[in-house]
């Protein structure tokens, strides 16, 4: 119920980026399922856990492995507080990933929120920087294998590729420079990052007059819309909210340690070598198209395709409804289950029928598993855009959204194929018999 907002004192900093007031309609659970609040809680224990971890880790090839027993072993808590970062960076990609699913499925990165959406993918970009340069530091033969195969992608990067990667490593391989440019990319670059994005992306969060909710998109929160104060109605339930977060961190990292192999061996390396899970997708993407078109033009063209999301134009009488629609809702599902389906047979035709067999003449292989394969994506891709705007009589933004579910379920099926469906090498196994094996190492 609609109750008189309290007096407040305007001038409070605070205001600049949390509401005094809010539309009582707003407060929904199911709106935002609290994904960005939860990001917020986690950055926040990534910093505090972080600092911590920092007494006694040693950032040098020789210290860094030796450090993190110590602080296992011998320091009380250490493990605890180790699981905890290792625990809190995983799920942080997890949820922040969630959160960006509910900006884009209500609509919310449209018109007064567009350079919102920009600050968002600025944040995600910040969140899997400080995973990927975290997931080196411990410098065991995990950490070190997976950075070598990830900063090796970059060696497919037409042009550039070879001298980013060089950048990156602060050589030809991983040694002394790499570790210093991660931690010091992990420990002070981006949580600077971090500390000035976020509290632009709350400021723009008030200046839309919070976030999105049923109606057009540009209704400015007017008074017509009844509010309600955020003491107590939005502070006790995200209070609530950071609760169970840190309770579900702190039960997930007593119940599970966070792995530690042997100290890094170059000399030795794990059969398969694995990329960091949020990065399997794109190695598993390698296993089927040339690695230019696998680790460039796909990603290049999905991080541009995120970029202008908000010019699409999509229909401003709709915001702030899960799925536009009724039978959004419904094209969605027939996407999703459309992709569940293909995608894992196109894996399983390309692994055991297409590489095996010759159907296309001796074209260089840029043709026959770069251009080839994308120009019949697409071809499919613009199919299905047709079938489900005349048979299901979908609207352009239905239809947009049936696309992006397509491939988001495509790309979901991808990453879990490459985290629990490849073993030795990276052939396709099932997971029982990939978690049963031991891994191999090759010298
Ligand atoms: C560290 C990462 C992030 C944090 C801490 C964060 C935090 C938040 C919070 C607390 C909200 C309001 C409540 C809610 O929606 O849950 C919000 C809204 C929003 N976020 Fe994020 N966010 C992050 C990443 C992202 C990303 C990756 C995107 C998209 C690319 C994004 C785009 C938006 C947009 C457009 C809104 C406004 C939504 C609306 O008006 O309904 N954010 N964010
Ligand atoms: C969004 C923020 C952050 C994320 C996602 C993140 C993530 C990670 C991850 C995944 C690791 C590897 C953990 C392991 O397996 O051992 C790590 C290690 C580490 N992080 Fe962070 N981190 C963040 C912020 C910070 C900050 C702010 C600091 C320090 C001020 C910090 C200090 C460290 C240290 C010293 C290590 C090495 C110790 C270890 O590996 O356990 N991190 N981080």
Redesign the pocket.
Known sequence: MATTPPKIKKKSFIYHIHPPVIPENTLKFTH?????????VL?LMQIVTGTLLLFSYSPTPEAAYPSIMTLQQVILFGRLIRNLHHWGGHF?VLI?FF??L??FF?G??NSR?KV??????G??L??LTANFTGYLLPLDQLSYWAITICTGMFDYIPLIGTGIQKIILGGTEIGKATLSNFFAIHVALVPAC?TIL?PF??W??RK?K???YPGPVDTPGGNEISKVPSVPHLVTREAAMALAVIAAVFLFSVLFNAPLADSANPGLSPNPTRAPWYFSGLQELLQHFHPSVAVFVIPFVIVCG?ICLPYLNFDKEVG?VWFLSQAGRKIGIISAVTAFVLAPVMIVLDEFLFKTIKILPDWPPVVTSGLIPVALIMGFVFGFYQIVKQKYGASREEGMQAVFILLLVSFIVLTVTGIWFRGPGMSLVWPWDRLTTQIAWVK
């Open positions: 935002t399922w609290g994904f960005g609040g939860s990001a917020l950055v942080l922040v959160h960006m509910r900006v209500t919310a990165y929120r919102n959406w920009w600050i968002g993918l944040l995600f910040c969140v971090l976020m992306h709350f723009q969060i839309a919070g976030v999105i995120l702030g």
